[in-house]
């Protein structure tokens, strides 16, 4: 009995394999060309939106409280000033989150008395950090990263002033 040869593999044409080729550049160019699933972390709540919004105004304030302990504290300005810098770059950070809200300053409790001013801006610094830390629970997605570090941000301006 002769030997057995082994069976070759099959060999695909030209065409099937073209064919083959075609039909999966077009399966991959509509994998790729349709919009992703919207990420449910990523929808805003109507109660979302509103607390968001009202972060803009704790820290529109707490802005605001800068800039009063810098006026009564021109000394606490030369030393902390950039601190007052990144409250309001965080403060243009919250408004773009936010988009279409733009509720004023509360004013803070009052201007801080002479030679208190470190003190008095520390507890305003307190007072936005806690409620930026408490809202970021009621987020989701970005906008709650975005208050996350902003309050911890703030958790470090209240240890450099102390």
């Known amino acids: 009995m002769p030997p057995t040869l082994p069976l070759a593999p099959r060999a695909f044409s030209r065409r099937t394999l073209l064919a083959v080729s075609a039909a999966g550049l077009a399966v991959a160019a509509a994998g790729c060309t349709s919009a992703p699933p919207v990420d449910e972390r990523d929808t805003v709540t109507?109660?979302?939106?509103?607390?968001?919004?009202?972060?803009?105004?704790?820290?529109?304030?707490?802005?605001?409280?800068?800039?009063?302990?810098?006026?009564?504290?021109?000394?606490?300005?030369?030393?902390?000033?950039?601190?007052?810098?990144?409250?309001?770059?965080?403060?243009?950070?919250?408004?773009?989150?936010?988009?279409?809200?733009?509720?004023?300053?509360?004013?803070?409790?009052?201007?801080?008395?002479?030679?208190?001013?470190q003190a008095w801006l520390r507890a305003q610094v307190a007072v936005a950090a806690a409620s930026h830390a408490a809202a970021a629970l009621g987020q989701s997605g970005g906008r709650a990263a975005l208050l996350g570090s902003i309050a911890a941000g703030l958790r470090g301006h209240d240890a450099r002033l102390a």
């Open 46 to 117: 109507s109660a979302q939106a509103d607390e968001l919004a009202a972060q803009v105004a704790v820290q529109a304030t707490l802005v605001e409280a800068y800039e009063r302990a810098f006026e009564a504290d021109p000394a606490l300005a030369a030393t902390a000033g950039d601190l007052g810098t990144q409250a309001r770059a965080q403060l243009d950070r919250l408004r773009a989150a936010a988009p279409g809200s733009s509720p004023s300053a509360t004013a803070p409790p009052e201007t801080p008395p002479p030679g208190e001013g």
